[in-house]
């Protein structure tokens, strides 16, 4: 597979403090990369900094060309897209308002099919066809992450970023949303997916690094992290608890890679 998007030498700050440093990164045509560490590694700001919601330094190169000068507007204009960790939908807007709103960008260049497009939404997430004239902010958790990425997709990304999609939700909700994941990567959709469940997001990744301190400080192919002593020790015993990781391996074993 060819290179997609690539980054190098990244050093990205929240605030006045440094909080990733000197991040090299690679994803191919429509691989599915994630990103584990523990609480404040700087996951998140991580991703934010690959979307300009952060500053940054250093080379992002998407489809061939740079990216890290761009705003966050015309990154999403290239084809990235960032599902953010808190969701950031309109409580008060249906579900499909919400979902017209991601359309927004393709709208505005006169390439929107969003009717077809909210249909495609419609048929990868039944629920929330059921659900397309109720309150946002009335929906459950899972339901939630549905519609965030939903919305995410209305903008047609070549490349989609998940921070923390299964945070929160029960098990077997978790065990849906890696379902997802496994689905868009057979559309042809790149992921770039930060997780603490680490042993389901390795299951359903084809590479993976770990963040720790806001340093690099291993990366390899999935399969390879998850028979590392050291990842197994530090992160993949608590991530079985409740059998959540088990639903969502489950999940993503039955996947093609």
Do not use: W
């Amino acid at each position: 597979m060819s290179e997609l998007f690539t980054v190098a030498g990244l050093t990205g700050s929240y605030g006045k403090i440094s909080a990733v440093r000197d991040i090299d990164l690679t994803i191919a045509e429509g691989g599915v990369v994630t990103v584990i560490g523990p609480n404040g590694a700087g996951k998140s700001t991580l991703l934010n900094s690959l979307m300009g919601l952060h500053p940054s330094r250093g080379a992002i190169t998407f489809e061939g060309r740079r990216v890290d000068q761009l705003s966050v507007e015309e990154r999403l204009e290239r084809g990235m897209c960032l599902v953010a960790e808190g969701r950031e939908l309109f409580g008060t807007m249906s579900v499909e308002d919400n979902l017209l709103l991601g359309a927004y960008v393709q709208r505005r260049h006169g390439r929107s099919q969003a009717r077809e497009d909210i249909e495609k939404v419609y048929a990868q997430f039944p629920r929330l066809k059921e659900r397309r004239s109720q309150e946002a902010g009335t929906l459950s958790g899972g339901e939630r992450q549905m519609l965030a990425i939903g919305r995410a997709l209305m903008s047609r990304p070549r490349l989609l970023m998940l921070d923390e999609p299964s945070l929160g939700l029960a098990p077997l909700i978790v065990a849906e949303v890696f379902r997802i994941i496994a689905t868009l990567r057979q559309s042809g959709v790149s992921i770039l997916l930060v997780e603490q469940n680490a042993r389901a997001a390795l299951h359903a990744s084809d590479f993976g690094y770990v963040l720790e301190t806001g340093d690099i400080v291993l990366s390899g192919p999935s399969r390879d992290l998850l028979c590392n002593p050291l990842v197994e020790e530090a992160y993949l015993g608590a991530s079985i608890e409740g059998g959540e990781a088990n639903d969502a391996e489950a999940v993503a074993a039955r996947s093609p890679r």
